[in-house]
């Protein structure tokens, strides 16, 4: 395993941290990143041979206000920014090497000793981001039926606050209560805002 990055095996069984746990397997230290410079670091370490994983986490985010394309942007950012895991290669490479990379800040430390993952820890994570990449729009939206919501200033009916009742990734239908009436209205992702 040079990259973990790569989508999980279907099989988690399989998945390229758990061939690395045998017992005669390299530790999983942590680095410390700079600030959204998580891929740079991936790239640089793995360019001088470390194994580096990333996990990231899809997720949905809103278009922007003024955006023409009003469907939901599906996005992958890192499960936990600033941090990165790699593990050496081969016994003579210096995990010391790491600390010097473009990129990293640090390799995270208690006290003198580097910090270790187990790499059944790694497993599941990947699992983990296996899973979540798999996920549909329903499963991982926040948008789920009865969610209360409040329209924004990008509709005229700013202010007034109503219940979802069906939501895809272009358009959301909202129960609202206008004069004392119940009535559902169309409206697009950027009109919204959760409460």
């Not at 990259?3 to 399989?14: D, I, K, L, V």
């Not at 800040?105 to 990947?126: K, N």
């Not at 979540?132 to 919501?149: E, W, Y």
């Amino acid at each position: 395993m040079r990259q973990a990055n790569q989508p999980a095996p279907e099989n988690p069984s399989t998945t390229p941290a758990q061939e690395t746990c045998e017992p005669a397997a390299f530790p999983w230290y942590v680095a410390y990143t700079k600030p959204r410079q998580e891929e740079y670091a991936l790239s640089n370490l793995l360019q001088q041979d470390f194994n580096a994983y990333l996990p990231r986490y899809k997720k949905l985010k809103k278009p922007a206000k003024n955006a023409l394309n009003q469907e939901i942007l599906v996005i992958h950012e890192p499960m936990f920014p600033r941090y990165i895991f790699l593990q050496q290669t081969r016994k003579e490479q210096a995990i010391n090497k790491a600390q010097h990379t473009r990129g990293i800040v640090t390799l995270v430390r208690f006290g003198i000793e580097l910090a270790t993952m187990p790499c059944s820890l790694i497993a599941a994570i990947q699992e983990f981001e296996q899973y979540r990449n798999q996920a549909s729009f329903d499963d991982i939206s926040p948008l789920k039926p009865g969610t209360k919501v409040k329209l924004n200033h990008n509709t005229p009916l700013q202010g007034l606050e109503g219940l979802v009742q069906t939501a895809s990734s272009k358009r959301v239908i909202v129960l609202l209560e206008i004069l004392g009436r119940p009535k559902t209205i169309k409206l697009e992702l950027n009109q919204l805002d959760i409460i």
